[in-house]
Nanobody, 123 residues
Framework: QVKLVESGGGLVQPGGSLRLSCATS????????IGWFRQAPGKWREGVAC????????YYAESAKGRFTISKDKTTNTLYLQMNSLQLEDTAVYYC????????????????WGQGTQVNVSL
């Protein structure tokens, strides 16, 4: 049974950093494309970053490039999202997700989701 549990959200000031974690179980990290999405109030869920199972490469949304880094630790089956230079518009619930043959552009095609962790960027 695939299970994803996010943690690490919180309140941070603009310019600050947070590291999100996603504890996974029920599958091997290399076997699924795994990634991070976010959803702000009143907005659609959007892809942030993912690691592809097809080529092992990392992919980022334009809004995340240069500021966020996705990584995984296969020894602990944990996915991470290091977020630096956080901005007010990064405020959202962040979700970890996994599936096969998916990409950031189509959140609806991802089958496995965590419960989310709230990130608030505020003065």
């Amino acid at each position: 049974q695939v299970k994803l549990v996010e943690s690490g959200g919180g309140l941070v000031q603009p310019g600050g950093s947070l590291r999100l974690s996603c504890a996974t179980s029920g599958f091997a990290l290399d076997d699924y494309t795994i990634g991070w999405f976010r959803q702000a109030p009143g907005k659609w869920r959007e892809g942030v970053a993912c690691i592809s199972s097809a080529d092992g490469a990392s992919y980022y949304a334009e809004s995340a490039k240069g500021r966020f880094t996705i990584s995984k630790d296969k020894t602990t089956n944990t996915l991470y999202l290091q977020m630096n230079s956080l901005q007010l518009e990064d405020t959202a619930v962040y979700y970890c997700a996994a599936d096969w043959w998916v990409d950031l552009r189509s959140p609806s095609e991802w089958g496995y989701w965590g419960q989310g962790t709230q990130v608030n960027v505020s003065l």
